[in-house]
């Protein structure tokens, strides 16, 4: 009998990928330990990281990315499969999705700035959405639906001049 | 980076991103004002859990007889009590956060905010 041998090629994309990722995860971690004034409230600079790699190396790249830092992100916070985990994965899959069409919009109206705006009012309507139908059904969501938006616009804002500025940088 | 080369980086498709964003922001705001409740007891326990936004008299039976309880306009006040100071009564229209307690009745009327407990999420 011949022993079975797997061997899995690590390409260059990988080691990329896992790189970045770590960046992402790095960046959560930081977060993490900056106290906030109002619980809920993140700038999420890992999505720096994410529009970088949706730059630069494409969507597929950058699901990769977000994903692993989700997962990972949550295994170091221990907070993997909590609510919380379920909250940070519905946000980061909806912002994805924003992502992946609103990559496709001409590049020449839409910079950095507005795909990272798009993609928090994604990210924050999908917790939302996870909060009102799963984790407090009934609860009046709308008096905060303006607090997080604005957050949302603020660190979108923020987060997308950042993007912009790295990529001005390496041009 | 200056602010005038930051500016510079917004592309007109952001620019409009941004303002439906906070146009979104703005038409929201004070929407659904605060997550107000008005909270009725009687005997200590929750008689009613209602929102102001919804106009109504509620009537409250206690040991003396019926408090009524009204809400009208996203206001709440107790309207009549068969108490004999009326202490509740003549404490009018409630603000946030306000309590009106009709002692004798033991029927109590809170205005205060809905919690909502966002921590860890």
């Known amino acids: 009998m011949t022993p079975s041998i797997i061997n899995l090629e690590i390409s260059a994309e990988d080691r990329r990928i896992a790189g970045l990722a770590a960046a992402a995860v790095g960046l959560t971690l930081a977060e993490a330990a900056v106290p906030l004034p109002l619980p809920g409230v993140k700038p999420g600079l890992a999505n720096i990281v994410t529009l970088v790699v949706l730059y630069q190396f494409g969507w597929r790249a950058a699901v990769w990315v977000s994903l692993l830092r989700i997962v990972a992100g949550a295994l170091a916070l221990g907070a993997f499969l909590t609510p919380t985990f379920v909250m940070s994965l519905a946000g980061g899959l909806a912002s994805l999705t924003m992502l992946g069409l609103a990559v496709h919009l001409p590049r020449r109206w839409f910079g950095p700035v507005g795909l990272s705006a798009l993609a928090a009012f994604a990210h924050i309507g999908a917790q939302l959405g996870v909060v009102g139908v799963w984790l407090m059904p009934g609860v009046n969501l709308l008096p905060l639906l303006s607090v997080f938006l604005g957050a949302a616009w603020v660190s979108g804002l923020v987060n997308g001049l950042v993007v912009a500025g790295l990529l001005e940088k390496k041009t | ?70 809400i009208r306009g996203g206001r709440v006040r107790i309207k009549s009590d068969p108490g004999t100071q009326q202490i509740c009564v003549k404490q009018g229209w409630l603000g946030p956060g306000q309590v009106a307690i009709c002692l004798p009745n033991r029927v109590s009327v809170e205005r205060g905010a809905s919690i909502y407990d966002s921590l860890n999420y």
């Open chain 2, 1 to 70: 980076m200056k602010p005038a080369a930051a500016l510079s980086l917004l592309k007109p498709g952001d620019w409009l991103v941004l303002a439906g964003g906070a146009a979104l922001v703005a038409a929201l705001w004070g929407h659904g004002g605060s997550g107000d409740r008005v909270v009725i007891k009687q005997a200590g326990r929750v008689f009613l859990e209602t929102t102001p936004r919804l106009d109504r008299e509620i009537a409250v039976p206690g040991p003396l007889g019926v408090t009524q309880v009204e």
